[in-house]
């Protein structure tokens, strides 16, 4: 098990080349950059069971757990992951999720978590072992639960970057997030408002 040394957020890559972190606000909205359903199928990453371990060692969890991973938990992650970007979008627009939906995060959340363990030092924690892709799942899906039940859940939003449809959990203070991220689509934004106070000047 090994901690992390970096802030929240997952590494994303923009179409442009741009290597930046996108803090979705919470550990359940971070698998969500995996893929997702319909047309969000094509930015999937989640094809084997080192692409799970490799998101679990990405994502806020620390340290990062020791899984135990087969091909089954993988297509359990995409269903989980799935069901909660629908869910999310469902909030978003107003709307009442799909039982479906509903019933696989639940599905989830009801089987035991990750088990924290404190360490012999008295200072560092690990996660109790064997841990399994479905003691992942259900601590991703208590935190989806959380989140969409607690203080924040009236704050999902989708970015509001041209072309851009990530979805996260607006935990500032003010509650004005609107970005994905400043470096991506904030500063493409900045850029486009710019040029457009030139263009009167330019004519």
Not at 139 to 163: K, M, S, Y
Request: aromatic share 4%.
């Amino acid at each position: 098990m090994t901690g992390k040394a970096t802030p929240p957020g997952m590494p994303l890559r923009s179409g442009s080349g741009l290597e930046y972190r996108f803090d979705p606000g919470a550990l359940s909205f971070e698998l969500l950059v995996t893929g997702g359903p319909d047309g969000m199928a094509r930015w999937e990453v989640l094809h084997a069971p080192e692409d799970l371990r490799r998101w679990a060692g990405q994502c806020r969890l620390e340290p990062t757990p020791a899984l135990e991973l087969g091909p089954a938990d993988v297509r359990a992650a995409r269903t989980v992951r799935d069901a909660l970007w629908r869910i999310g979008l469902a909030r978003v627009a107003g709307r009442a999720p799909a039982p479906a939906d509903l019933a696989a995060l639940n599905a989830a959340a009801a089987v035991p978590p990750l088990i924290p363990r404190l360490a012999p030092d008295t200072t560092t924690a690990g996660w109790a072992e064997p841990a399994t892709g479905a003691h992942l799942l259900s601590t991703v899906a208590r935190d989806a639960i959380a989140v969409l039940t607690g203080p924040h859940a009236d704050r999902l939003r989708i970015c509001a970057g041209e072309n851009c449809s990530l979805l996260y959990v607006d935990t500032s203070r003010p509650g004005r997030r609107r970005w994905c991220a400043m470096e991506n689509c904030g500063n493409r934004h900045k850029v486009r408002a710019h040029r457009a106070r030139r263009a009167p000047e330019a004519t």
